[in-house]
């Protein structure tokens, strides 16, 4: 059973309360927090909410409540499929509308810039690549590297040995 707290005559799950605030024993729970609370408990209010959410003053404090909602309802996804889907979606979309991307996407942008890159192969390696026909980037005569000489167009002549 869900453990509800009444706020100012709304209710709250205290699960989202204490992981937005980030305290088991909260104290205060301000304007911005309660509105998000509000969204992630009734995720079809949410789009009612939108406005009132876009116009918050955000910091990296509120950023860091969206993304505790988004590892535990991760976290806890194998309890309850469609209602953790769906916190997750609202914390998701409110850190996209807010932030313009999400931090835990992986795209380098985080805080750390350096550690966060996609260690990528070195140019020219062929591991995990097929070696079926057509799959190349060789088309065409005259990309195997076979020995192979050039003619003078006008004379006919040869001018050198080269490898193509």
């Known amino acids: 059973m869900v453990e509800m707290i009444e706020i100012n005559g ?13 305290m088991k024993n909260f104290h205060n729970l301000n304007y911005n927090l309660s509105l998000l609370a509000e969204a992630i408990d009734h ?46 979606y609202v914390a998701e979309t409110i850190e996209k509308m807010l932030f313009g991307e999400l931090l835990m996407e992986g795209n380098g ?21 097929s070696k079926g026909k057509g799959k190349g980037k060789r088309k065409g005569k005259g990309t195997s590297k076979s020995k192979g000489v050039l ?14």
Request: aromatic share 8%; with cysteine.
């Open 109 to 129: 942008k985080g805080k750390e810039n350096g550690n966060n890159k996609k260690k990528t192969k070195p140019k020219g390696s062929r591991k995990g690549k």
């Open 43 to 88: 995720p079809y209010d949410f789009p009612f909410l939108l406005e009132d959410i876009y116009d918050l003053d955000f910091d990296e404090d509120l950023r860091l409540a969206l993304i505790r909602i988004q590892i535990d309802s991760k976290l806890h996804l194998r309890d309850d499929i469609e209602g953790e889907q769906l916190r997750l």
């Open 151 to 164: 003619k003078d167009r006008d004379t006919g002549g040869e001018w050198r040995e080269i490898y193509c």
């Open 10 to 22: 709304k209710s709250y799950s205290k699960r989202t309360i204490e992981i937005l605030t980030g």
